[in-house]
């Protein structure tokens, strides 16, 4: 699953740990109701281009 919010550049951070929050349940119920491998990755991009720090990281995960 994947999810773009594109937030003020104060507030990057936040709004990636807000949607990973919000996400969490939902891979939880798949992970239970349906027995497959979940991964959340969120692209969060400031309205400047800014980025959070683990954004390469989570894009090269080797689980997407």
């Given amino acids: 699953m994947k999810y773009i919010a594109v937030p003020g550049k104060a507030r990057v951070d936040e709004k990636e740990e807000a949607k990973i929050d919000k996400y969490q349940d939902l891979t939880m119920e ?35």
């Fill in 30 to 64: 798949l992970r239970s109701l349906w027995k497959v491998k979940t991964n959340v990755i969120l692209i969060v991009s400031g309205t400047l281009g800014t980025v959070p720090k683990g954004l390469e990281k989570s894009m090269n995960n080797d689980k997407c």
